[in-house]
Protein backbone atom coordinates (compact mmCIF):
# COMPACT_ATOMS: atom_id res chain seq x y z
CA UNK A 1 0.00 0.00 0.00
CA UNK A 2 1.24 3.33 -0.93
CA UNK A 3 1.29 6.10 1.88
CA UNK A 4 0.17 9.96 0.31
CA UNK A 5 2.84 12.26 0.93
CA UNK A 6 2.75 14.29 4.23
CA UNK A 7 1.32 17.56 3.61
CA UNK A 8 4.28 19.45 4.50
CA UNK A 9 6.67 17.70 2.45
CA UNK A 10 7.19 18.47 -1.65
CA UNK A 11 7.45 15.50 -4.39
CA UNK A 12 10.92 16.13 -6.08
CA UNK A 13 10.13 16.80 -9.67
CA UNK A 14 12.10 13.43 -11.25
CA UNK A 15 13.05 15.72 -14.09
CA UNK A 16 15.05 18.26 -12.68
CA UNK A 17 18.46 18.59 -12.77
CA UNK A 18 20.59 18.21 -9.49
CA UNK A 19 22.29 20.80 -8.57
CA UNK A 20 24.62 20.45 -5.44
CA UNK A 21 27.90 22.77 -6.37
CA UNK A 22 29.33 21.70 -2.63
CA UNK A 23 28.51 17.79 -3.04
CA UNK A 24 29.98 18.11 -6.70
CA UNK A 25 33.11 19.71 -5.22
CA UNK A 26 33.32 16.71 -2.93
CA UNK A 27 33.18 14.39 -5.23
CA UNK A 28 35.85 15.68 -7.72
CA UNK A 29 38.11 16.26 -4.78
CA UNK A 30 37.89 12.24 -3.92
CA UNK A 31 37.91 11.56 -7.52
CA UNK A 32 41.17 13.44 -7.20
CA UNK A 33 42.48 11.45 -4.32
CA UNK A 34 41.82 7.84 -5.83
CA UNK A 35 43.48 8.86 -9.08
CA UNK A 36 46.63 10.52 -7.48
CA UNK A 37 46.38 7.20 -4.72
CA UNK A 38 46.32 4.60 -7.49
CA UNK A 39 49.17 5.83 -9.26
CA UNK A 40 51.82 6.23 -6.26
CA UNK A 41 53.57 3.40 -5.78
CA UNK A 42 53.41 3.74 -1.95
CA UNK A 43 51.21 6.00 0.45
CA UNK A 44 50.72 9.42 -0.34
CA UNK A 45 52.12 12.10 1.61
CA UNK A 46 50.84 14.96 3.40
CA UNK A 47 52.51 17.29 0.94
CA UNK A 48 51.19 14.65 -1.84
CA UNK A 49 47.87 15.34 -0.62
CA UNK A 50 47.82 19.31 -0.32
CA UNK A 51 48.85 19.35 -3.87
CA UNK A 52 46.39 17.32 -5.34
CA UNK A 53 43.51 19.19 -3.16
CA UNK A 54 45.12 22.04 -4.15
CA UNK A 55 46.15 23.10 -0.19
CA UNK A 56 48.41 25.41 0.23
CA UNK A 57 51.01 25.16 3.02
CA UNK A 58 49.44 27.50 5.14
CA UNK A 59 46.14 25.72 5.07
CA UNK A 60 44.63 27.83 3.07
CA UNK A 61 43.05 26.24 -0.90
CA UNK A 62 44.59 28.22 -3.05
Do not use: C, F, K, N
Not at 13 to 30: N, S
Not at 33 to 48: C, H, K, R, W, Y
Request: charged share 30%.
Amino acid sequence: MTLPPAPHSRVPDPAAPLADDALAEEIELYADVVVAASESEGPLADSDLDRVLGVDEDGTRG
